[in-house]
């Protein structure tokens, strides 16, 4: 018998197991489409709706249409009220959206190489105006009380080795930046993996307080920033770069100040998968509140006005309002990445009491919800590694890994495949190429290994 055939038998039965494994697991799956818009638990109702914007998918331009980037307008009783889609024709992609003092909402949609900032009325749903900044992929844009933008330019072009990541205030009715702050001039150039990355901080929010100061987030940093916008001095920050157990990556903070006045951080620490509050006493931080458990990268949380917090589980597909406890008791599914939430009449991002006032300090974990959209949860590939490594020695990588695969791998996966059928294709993918390596050799390598004997 030739010594190949067994090899060449093992090869074909892990192929072809693993290959029946993807499609079986794909064929009983229900994806994550339009079908999935909709209410999950709807405990109490709100007074007013909720505006929720989609990232959807997006590779170099081209676009998923089966995962769209839209806008939503979302009624008390979690029924949708309306929507609004990218079109193949002219796409783009949603991210954050903010309510206008007369009711109208800022949108802002990256297209290509620029940035469309316009405000939407709600009730016609047309454009009462339309700037397109020359950024491309800007998350957030924010308006002063003066009618200028001020704008988290991220992926600015690098010069001369260096990134031009900045914050800059627009002039709508000159078309040019009055002002901007450079990240390059008040951090070390070694932070983050280099000055000359091409997305170096990722900043991702800005957000005014007060009249002269601008809350930061530079994601790849790690951390949150406190801009004074006369001086251009940082006058605190939350975080550091690489302290990944205080923020790893994080979304959309927002500034609450409590009755005795302490600063006091909201944040989605997103590559954690929780949703933090962190307290400033003199130069030193105190995290005061986690909310943990049940979600997949969530990229905002505001803290209403009743005490409640809207959560924006991005991989998870929904929206969530929780208690100070974490019962969920408004919960929308929003396909596909909902980046940004905001709940009209509650003005634009936090605007509630802090977990201390609340007597809600501690850690709480999210229960009380529907469940999870289909592609996450308890059954996936990610959680089944994070549970099978609880405990062991390899529990620190292996809860790493999980985290990582959870959060990459939808982006990437088919939407028609399971969570464990892309797994299994992949080893399938992996079988394959071993299988063609082996090949390879048996053919060239002798001849190659008797070339150089002879």
Same mark, same amino acid.
């Given at each position: 018998?030739?010594?190949?055939?067994?090899?060449?038998?093992?090869?074909?039965?892990?192929?072809?197991?693993?290959?029946?494994?993807?499609?079986?697991?794909?064929?009983?799956?229900?994806?994550?489409?339009?079908?999935?818009?909709?209410?999950g638990t709807v405990e109490r109702e709100p007074r007013n709706a909720t505006v929720v914007s989609t990232?959807?998918?997006?590779?170099?331009?081209?676009?998923?249409?089966?995962?769209?980037?839209?806008?939503?307008?979302?009624?008390?009783?979690g029924s949708l009220a309306w929507q609004r889609r990218s079109s193949r024709e002219n796409p783009g992609w949603f991210y954050d959206v903010d309510p206008l003092p007369n009711g109208n909402l800022l949108v802002v949609n990256p297209r290509g190489g620029t940035t469309l900032v316009y405000e939407l009325d709600r009730e016609t749903r047309e454009r009462v105006w339309t700037e397109r900044l020359p950024f491309r992929d800007t998350h957030d844009v924010d308006r002063l009380d003066d009618g200028r933008l001020v704008v988290a330019h991220m992926r600015a072009n690098v010069t001369n080795g260096t990134s031009g990541d900045r914050v800059v205030v627009w002039n709508r009715s000159r078309d040019e930046v009055t002002w901007e702050w450079r990240f390059a001039e008040h951090f070390p150039h070694d932070t983050a993996g280099g000055v000359d990355d091409p997305d170096w901080t990722h900043v991702n929010d800005v957000d005014p307080v007060g009249e002269d100061r601008l809350l930061v987030s530079p994601r790849n940093f790690d951390q949150v920033l406190m801009l004074d916008r006369t001086t251009g001095e940082i006058e605190w920050r939350l975080g550091s770069d690489g302290e990944t157990d205080v923020l790893h990556a994080q979304?959309?903070?927002?500034?609450?100040?409590?009755?005795?006045?302490?600063?006091?951080? %909201?944040? *989605?620490?997103?590559?954690?998968?929780?949703?933090?509050?962190?307290?400033?006493?003199?130069?030193?931080?105190? &995290? !005061?509140?986690?909310?943990?458990?049940?979600?997949?990268w969530p990229r905002d949380a505001d803290r209403l006005p009743n005490g409640n917090t809207l959560v924006v589980d991005s991989l998870g597909h929904r929206v969530i309002e929780v208690t100070p406890t974490g019962e969920v008791v408004w919960e929308f599914y929003a396909t596909w990445a909902p980046y940004d939430a905001e709940r009209l009449?509650?003005?634009d991002g936090s605007n509630g009491p802090t977990t201390r006032? %609340?007597? *809600?300090?501690?850690?709480?974990?999210?229960?009380?919800?529907?469940?999870?959209?289909?592609?996450?949860?308890? &059954? !996936?590939?990610?959680?089944?590694?994070?549970?099978?490594?609880?405990?062991t020695p390899v529990e620190a990588p292996g809860t790493h890994l999980a985290a990582w695969w959870g959060h990459r791998a939808p982006w990437f996966r088919p939407v028609w495949l399971s969570p464990w059928g892309f797994l299994a294709a992949l080893l399938a993918a992996g079988v394959g190429i071993a299988w063609l390596a082996t090949e390879a050799y048996w053919r060239w390598g002798g001849r190659v290994t008797a070339g150089r004997r002879g």
């Amino acid at each position: 018998m030739d010594s190949r055939f067994r090899p060449r038998q093992a090869f074909a039965l892990a192929l072809l197991v693993l290959l029946l494994a993807s499609a079986g697991s794909s064929l009983a799956y229900d994806p994550v489409d339009d079908g999935a818009l909709g209410p999950g638990t709807v405990e109490r109702e709100p007074r007013n709706a909720t505006v929720v914007s989609t990232q959807g998918v997006h590779f170099g331009g081209t676009y998923d249409f089966a995962r769209p980037p839209r806008l939503l307008s979302i009624q008390p009783d979690g029924s949708l009220a309306w929507q609004r889609r990218s079109s193949r024709e002219n796409p783009g992609w949603f991210y954050d959206v903010d309510p206008l003092p007369n009711g109208n909402l800022l949108v802002v949609n990256p297209r290509g190489g620029t940035t469309l900032v316009y405000e939407l009325d709600r009730e016609t749903r047309e454009r009462v105006w339309t700037e397109r900044l020359p950024f491309r992929d800007t998350h957030d844009v924010d308006r002063l009380d003066d009618g200028r933008l001020v704008v988290a330019h991220m992926r600015a072009n690098v010069t001369n080795g260096t990134s031009g990541d900045r914050v800059v205030v627009w002039n709508r009715s000159r078309d040019e930046v009055t002002w901007e702050w450079r990240f390059a001039e008040h951090f070390p150039h070694d932070t983050a993996g280099g000055v000359d990355d091409p997305d170096w901080t990722h900043v991702n929010d800005v957000d005014p307080v007060g009249e002269d100061r601008l809350l930061v987030s530079p994601r790849n940093f790690d951390q949150v920033l406190m801009l004074d916008r006369t001086t251009g001095e940082i006058e605190w920050r939350l975080g550091s770069d690489g302290e990944t157990d205080v923020l790893h990556a994080q979304h959309n903070p927002d500034y609450l100040r409590g009755r005795n006045g302490t600063p006091t951080v %909201l944040v *989605a620490d997103s590559e954690n998968d929780r949703v933090v509050e962190y307290a400033r006493r003199g130069d030193d931080w105190e &995290r !005061t509140w986690t909310l943990t458990g049940n979600l997949t990268w969530p990229r905002d949380a505001d803290r209403l006005p009743n005490g409640n917090t809207l959560v924006v589980d991005s991989l998870g597909h929904r929206v969530i309002e929780v208690t100070p406890t974490g019962e969920v008791v408004w919960e929308f599914y929003a396909t596909w990445a909902p980046y940004d939430a905001e709940r009209l009449g509650t003005g634009d991002g936090s605007n509630g009491p802090t977990t201390r006032e %609340l007597n *809600a300090t501690g850690t709480h974990v999210v229960h009380g919800g529907a469940g999870e959209s289909p592609g996450a949860g308890s &059954r !996936t590939p990610d959680a089944w590694l994070d549970r099978v490594s609880d405990g062991t020695p390899v529990e620190a990588p292996g809860t790493h890994l999980a985290a990582w695969w959870g959060h990459r791998a939808p982006w990437f996966r088919p939407v028609w495949l399971s969570p464990w059928g892309f797994l299994a294709a992949l080893l399938a993918a992996g079988v394959g190429i071993a299988w063609l390596a082996t090949e390879a050799y048996w053919r060239w390598g002798g001849r190659v290994t008797a070339g150089r004997r002879g």
